[in-house]
């Protein structure tokens, strides 16, 4: 993996969003409702594929929020949502793509 994808700090707020920067100095930051809708995981991903909508689904709390965060491994890190959802392995490197135009 390249420099750029290494993580070199996160910050998570859990009624924000997320915020990391990479090794090279670039910092990436996302909000709620971006990481949720765009959850990569292969649930969200084949409801995304069907047409449907990964977030809100029956159920789901009024307000989104971010209840842990956990690295895993070196390359991603797994969020788990208010709304039970913790399936989702954020990939540095995705992370880095989605906030580099």
Known sequence: M???YDAVDIEVRRSEGLTVTF??????????MRLRLFCPCATCRTLRER????????GSPVRLQITDA????????NITWNDGHST???PFEQLRRWSTP
Do not use: C, N, Q
């Open 23 to 32: 090794a090279d100095g670039h910092v990436a930051e996302f909000d709620l």
């Open 70 to 77: 956990e690295l895993h491994g070196a390359w991603g890190l």
């Open 2 to 4: 390249e420099d750029r």
């Open 51 to 58: 047409g449907e909508e990964a977030w809100p689904r029956d």
């Open 88 to 90: 989702g392995i954020y």
